[in-house]
């Protein structure tokens, strides 16, 4: 499964999908897929939007080009606005967490933290913060 993060208004989205590509402006999420980043939501939400709830959200593709084709899946808001305003320490706080204490610096879960905060903090009020899922390696 490839899972790529990206900006973009919901509006633009059947564009993107009829494209059949990742949008050129997104960022390769490694080692994870929607279902595992919703205990990150949890997480980085304090737990306002909790495993259930984000797994549903991040589970149904807000956009699908049908079976075995992409999928485009929203990151809930609660956790765009935390990701965005999120300093180092905080984020190193909820990889630990994330991780149960055993991820290291370059490994997937630091670096995805670390794209989405990117994302999130570059984020225009009327963008969402996505996930481009497909099939494959």
């Excluded at 485009?72 to 991780?99: F, K, M, N, Q, S």
């Excluded at 610096?105 to 994302?119: G, I, S």
């Excluded at 969402?128 to 497909?134: E, K, Q, R, T």
């Amino acid at each position: 499964m490839r899972v790529h993060a990206f900006l973009a208004t919901a509006d633009a989205l059947p564009r993107l999908l009829d494209a059949g590509t990742p949008p050129a402006n997104s960022a390769v999420l490694r080692g994870v897929d929607p279902l595992n980043l919703a205990s990150l939501v949890e997480i980085v939400t304090a737990g306002s939007v909790d495993d259930e709830e984000a797994s549903v959200a991040l589970e149904n593709p807000v956009l699908t080009g049908g079976p075995r084709r992409p999928s485009i899946h929203l990151l809930p808001v609660d956790a765009v606005d935390a990701l965005g305003r999120a300093d180092a320490a905080e984020r190193a706080l909820w990889v630990a967490e994330w991780t149960g204490g055993n991820g290291r610096p370059d490994d997937a879960p630091e670096k995805t933290v670390e794209v989405l905060a990117q994302l999130a903090a570059a984020r225009e009020p009327e963008q969402g913060l996505y996930l481009w899922v497909a099939d494959g390696p």
